[in-house]
């Protein structure tokens, strides 16, 4: 079984659509998939109704999903480990105990666009607009690692 984790700030708004639509692409017998906050402001809660919508609007179902804080033994359990943004990046590599951890951690926009550490930036303080173009920015990059899985 190969073991995917998702990260962003409050695992409402961009790791929980990375998480559905990267399951979409994979074989659930073999691939896990599952998403984190480094924050624990929202622990708990169901993913953002703006990004359950347009992950409705897309054919993927995201209610299933519940908040949850990035934790040290992720590292262990999973084997790639994506970031949205250099703030999630930053805030999950200082916890890597070495090499081996640091290397799971890539920024999932180097999916699409290599070695240029675009983000994938938060839109929670901004419109539904900002949410369709986070889903498209997700879809293209977890189409590329689907492939490559
Ligand atoms: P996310 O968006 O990191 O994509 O889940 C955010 C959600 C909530 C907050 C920040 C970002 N917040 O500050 O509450």
Redesign the pocket.
């Known amino acids: 079984m190969k073991k995917i984790l998702m990260v962003?700030?409050?695992?409402?708004?961009?790791?929980p659509l990375a998480e559905g639509i990267l399951k979409s692409k994979l074989n659930s017998k073999t691939f896990l998939v599952d998403s984190a906050?480094t924050s624990a402001?929202?622990v708990g809660e169901l993913p953002?109704k703006r990004s359950i919508e347009v992950a409705k609007k897309h054919g993927l179902d995201i209610t299933n999903q519940k908040a949850r804080q990035f934790m040290i033994d992720d590292f262990e359990t999973f084997d790639e480990i994506f970031v949205?943004d250099k703030s999630n990046y930053h805030n999950i590599i200082k916890k890597a105990k070495n090499d081996q951890q640091e290397k799971k951690v890539t920024m999932i926009l180097n999916e699409s666009f290599p070695n240029e550490n675009k983000e994938v930036p938060?839109?929670?303080h901004g419109g539904e607009a900002g949410f369709e173009n986070v889903y498209q920015m997700l879809d293209e990059a977890c189409d590329i690692i689907a492939k490559r899985l």
Not at 8 to 15: E, Q, T
Request: net charge negative; hydrophobic share 20%; aromatic share 12%.
């Open positions: 962003c700030l409050g695992n409402i708004c961009r790791s906050g402001y929202h953002d949205m938060d839109p929670y």
